[in-house]
């Protein structure tokens, strides 16, 4: 059963960055779509980035292209969320989640993470 843990997620200023990490363990995940969400308060839970199993596909949702970036290092089982010049409507429970499959763009998540609060103040 593969789990998934993330951490990075903290409180910064607008403008400023984080790095979201996401460990996989008890499997592999190399041959697994992976993705980020988050859930903002009082609101559903959003897409926010995916990439493919070999990292040479990615996909965003428009509020975060070009100050988001997914990327992958399958040695370390690992997905990871660059976030640059944040916004406070960036605020959110972001959490990672893995398809268990080759395919792409993903379709369904098998595996969810807890997720790891980031907040970004005014």
């Known amino acids: 059963q593969v789990q998934l843990v993330e951490s990075g997620g903290g409180l910064v200023e607008a403008g400023g960055s984080l790095r979201l990490s996401c460990a996989a363990s008890?499997?592999?995940?190399?041959?697994?779509?992976m993705a980020w969400f988050r859930q903002a308060p009082e609101k559903d839970r959003e897409f926010v980035a995916a990439i493919n199993w070999s990292g040479g596909m990615t996909h965003y949702t428009d509020s975060v292209k070009g100050r988001f970036t997914i990327s992958r290092d399958n040695a370390k089982n690992t997905v990871y969320l660059q976030m640059n010049n944040l916004k406070s409507e960036d605020t959110a429970i972001y959490y990672c989640?893995?398809?268990?499959?080759?395919?792409?763009?993903?379709?369904?998540?098998?595996?969810w993470g807890q997720g790891t609060q980031v907040t970004v103040s005014s």
């Open positions: 989640a893995a398809s268990g499959k080759l395919t792409f763009p993903i379709i369904n998540y098998t595996y």
């Open positions: 008890g499997g592999s995940v190399s041959s697994s779509g």
